[in-house]
């Protein structure tokens, strides 16, 4: 049988692109293969090592962050996609003076992480949930009921609740009993983080002066 050769590379190499990322609060111009996930981008490009990764196939949630106010596995979102969205990780949960979100206290509270390597991505995913349950979202859990309920009504966060909504985010530790109950804890403030949301509209202002890496 006549062996096939394999296509010569192509000359061009890969394809690049310019892309703004705004990731907490601050803008970063990146030339970028077109290849390249948000995950990586965060790590290797911003050195935002605090979103880690763990599956690389968005089974584990590690890699969890905020993108434009949702949760997000950044494993499995190009980073070319993004350009001009509002990324938040969990570097940029705290407060700019360091003062720990009340999200971020309770996890310390109620003892909610044990090695560590999870927490990042239950830290997001937690906010998306707190987020996700005060404009009435239903999950699996809600159930059919929801269906004729007001969603502008709050979901009330039960341990079962919380527990479907966290579903996609592991923890080999088994540290989920302090996980949902730090989150419990924070499920009636009126504020659970202090993450910067993108707004519909602005009033236009200079832009600041960007981060460019090639």
Known sequence: MRQQQAA????????????EL??????HVLDLDNRVTLLDALREQLDLTGSKKGCD????GACTVLVDGRRANSCLLLAVTLDASEIVTVE??????????????AFLDHDAFQCGY????????????????AAGHPSHVTGAAAAAADTARPVVLSAEEIGERLSGNLCRCGAY??????????????????????????TPTPPPTPDVIA
Not at 179 to 192: G, K, L, Y
């Open 92 to 105: 940029g949960l705290a407060a700019p003076d360091g003062v720990l979100s009340p999200l971020q206290q």
């Open 57 to 60: 196939h968005g089974q584990c």
């Open 8 to 19: 010569p590379p192509s000359a061009a190499g890969p394809v690049r692109s310019r892309v």
């Open 177 to 202: 009993n302090g996980i949902a109950d730090a989150v419990a804890a924070c499920a009636a403030a009126e504020t659970p983080d202090r993450t910067p949301t993108r707004t519909p509209t602005r």
């Open 118 to 133: 999870c927490t990042p991505g239950q830290l997001c995913s937690a906010v998306g949930v707190l987020r996700e349950a």
């Open 22 to 27: 705004r990731v907490n609060g601050r803008t």
